[in-house]
Every structure is written in structure tokens, then in C-alpha cells.
């Protein structure tokens, strides 16, 4: 019984992705969402309002600056805790290995 659900479970999912895939638009597509009025105003505008040759540099510290800001204050703080609990089992160790 619980294998029966879980497989419809994971039949239902299937089903989902696969009809979200195929309504997907097709790659290159200039008809795309990627490509839209944000787009074409980074590609257009970009240099002229940030004076940055390097239009990907541009919208990473120019038009995103707050996004990447706080993309890197959670690695930042991802990586803290990481540490903070690697040493604390590495101390512990040795705590244990000391008696």
C-alpha cells in the first residue's frame, strides 16, 4: 500500500514536469521571456548609464548590486556555520581523545 502511493506520488510529479517541459518555449526562440524589454535595455543602455565597457560587470554591480550583496552575505554566512560546526566536532574530538 505504501509503495502504490508512493509511486503515484512520483507518477504525479512526472506527469507535472513533463508537461511543463513540453509548454516550454523552444531555445533561441527570439520570442523567449528571456528576451524582453529588461534585456534589450541592459544590452542597449547599459554602457551610456554605467560607463562600464563590460556589460555583464555591469549589471552585476551596477543594475543588481543589492541582489548580489545579499546572495553574498548568505554564502557568507553559509559558510560560517560550516565552519562553527566543523570545529566544534573537531574540538570535541579532541576533548574526548584528551581523557
Known amino acids: ?16 514536469m513533463l508537461s511543463s517541459i513540453f509548454r516550454m518555449p523552444s531555445l533561441g526562440d527570439i520570442e523567449n521571456p528571456a528576451y524582453n ?3 534589450r535595455h541592459y544590452l542597449q543602455e547599459s554602457i551610456d548609464e554605467t560607463h562600464t565597457p563590460n556589460i555583464i560587470a ?4 551596477d ?3 543589492f541582489d548580489t550583496l545579499g546572495e553574498t552575505t548568505v554564502l557568507f554566512t553559509s559558510i560560517a556555520a560550516v565552519i562553527s560546526v566543523l570545529k566544534g566536532t573537531v574540538d570535541a574530538t579532541k576533548k574526548k581523545g584528551d581523557h
Open 63 to 65: 543594475y543588481r548590486a
Open 1 to 16: 500500500m505504501k509503495k502504490a502511493i508512493i509511486l503515484l506520488a512520483l507518477g504525479g510529479l512526472l506527469i507535472v
Open 37 to 39: 524589454e529588461v534585456a
Open 58 to 61: 555591469s549589471i552585476i554591480t
